[in-house]
């Protein structure tokens, strides 16, 4: 098994590059404060709940797109990882922005939706998007070789039924 950077598609890097941008947030971004004077903000790991299991794999998902593609030679893996992460990150896309619109409480108290909140729904959208246009895009690789030839198959068939008369 090689591992070729040539097998990856721009929607894989792109996968990648925004997984690893939501898995920061999840941890390290502040998603929700409370209403209340001098609250901290809490990060997306402390305020989704069980959601936030389904961010994590979302964004480890779109992470794992680039090494589970560039070391496979057939497109199936890349087109299976689109189909889990748009189903995924869809669901997750929806959840959140109920969150962002209704925020939960918190520390009993009101929920106040700031910066992070914002950007991981827009980054669970762009995952669900990316790989939506990943799967439309079946092609392997960004450089083909222009130097193969090109089949045109009703060329063959006429030569061949040429030939056998």
Not at 55 to 78: D, E, H, M, N, Q
Not at 141 to 162: F, K
Request: net charge negative; hydrophobic share 55%; proline share 5%.
């Amino acid at each position: 098994m090689s591992f070729r950077l040539g097998r990856l598609r721009s929607e894989d890097y792109f996968l990648g590059i925004l997984g690893a941008g939501l898995l920061w947030l999840l941890f390290a971004g502040d998603w929700l404060k409370s209403d209340l004077p001098n609250a901290t903000p809490l990060s997306g790991w402390e305020t989704l709940g069980i959601v936030r299991w389904l961010l994590l794999a979302v964004a480890l998902l779109a992470v794992g797109v680039i090494p589970a593609t560039a070391a496979r030679r057939s497109a199936s893996t890349a087109l299976a990882f689109d189909v889990f992460l748009i189903v995924l990150a869809g669901l997750g896309f929806v959840i959140v922005l109920l969150n962002l619109i209704w925020p939960p409480d918190v520390l009993g108290a009101t929920g106040v939706v700031v910066r992070g909140g914002l950007l991981g729904c827009a980054l669970v959208g762009l995952i669900a998007a990316t790989a939506l246009m990943g799967l439309r895009n079946e092609s392997r690789g960004n450089n083909p070789d222009p130097s193969a030839p090109v089949i045109d198959a009703d060329q063959a068939a006429h030569d061949a039924h040429s030939l056998g008369q």
